[in-house]
């Protein structure tokens, strides 16, 4: 079993919608990242997270430590929001990383 | 099992000198190779994009002479920090890619500069 475990592997939603995207993890964790990547291109941090909620213009992070479980909600989808997901959590000493979520969000 | 491996996992080293990291694939020959860095309570930052047989590709900020990327085959790259310093006290984290495929991430190595 992965430490951290992400659903779902694959997202379509049309252009407008609110999209979730859920991580769950296994280890205890110093923090929470929510990474995205654009085909072609190398990872970029959208949120590093060790409690609360996050937002950063249509993105929010969620995460609630005692049930081990993060979200990221996309509202107002946009095409340009194709990408793939990605969360991984460090512990201190390793990080642990889930194997993505591919989106695509049609016009 | 493990995709990616890196070693060591964790080093200490002395300001002054230069350590080196390895990022090995060991599912598959990955024709790209990233290395990243997470300073303490910041998030991941990319450092370098790593194509076998050609030199690195560094972001912004990131000094090529001071991070030295030896992407010398198919399943190695290495990173090197040379002249060590305090400030370079950070976690390291490589990950592969082949072709379009996604990307694997390895466990990351904690550099401690005393």
């Known amino acids: 079993k992965n430490e951290v475990e992400q659903s779902p592997q694959n997202l379509t939603a049309q252009e407008g919608e609110f999209i979730t995207i859920n991580c769950s993890y296994s280890?205890?964790?110093?923090?929470l990242h929510w990474l995205q990547q654009h085909p072609g291109g190398g990872i970029v941090s959208l949120f590093m997270?060790?409690?609360g909620k996050k937002k950063h213009g249509r993105l929010i992070a969620t995460i609630n430590i005692q049930e081990k479980h993060s979200s990221l909600h996309i509202t107002a989808s946009h095409p340009r929001d194709s990408a793939v997901y990605i969360c991984?959590?460090?512990?201190?000493?390793?990080?642990?990383f889930g194997t993505g979520t591919s989106l695509t969000v049609i016009p | 099992g493990a995709v990616v491996s890196q070693h060591p996992s964790r080093v200490i080293c002395k300001s002054g000198t230069s350590v080196k990291i390895e990022c090995r694939s060991l599912?598959?020959?990955?024709?790209?190779m990233f290395w990243y860095r997470q300073f303490p309570k910041q998030s991941l930052m990319l450092m370098a994009t790593?194509?076998?047989?050609?030199?690195?590709?560094?972001e912004q900020g990131v000094e090529k002479d001071k991070f030295l990327i030896n992407h010398a085959s198919l399943t190695l790259s290495t990173l090197t920090v040379t002249s060590a310093h305090p400030e370079d006290s950070s976690f390291y984290i490589c990950?592969?890619?082949?072709?379009?495929?996604?990307?694997?991430f390895g466990p990351g190595t904690r550099l401690t500069v005393l």
């Open positions: 280890v205890g964790i110093s923090a």
């Open positions: 599912d598959f020959q990955a024709t790209t």
């Open positions: 790593s194509n076998e047989g050609s030199k690195a590709t560094y």
């Open positions: 990950s592969v890619k082949r072709g379009t495929d996604t990307q694997y």
């Open positions: 991984a959590v460090s512990t201190g000493n390793q990080f642990y």
């Open positions: 997270l060790s409690s």
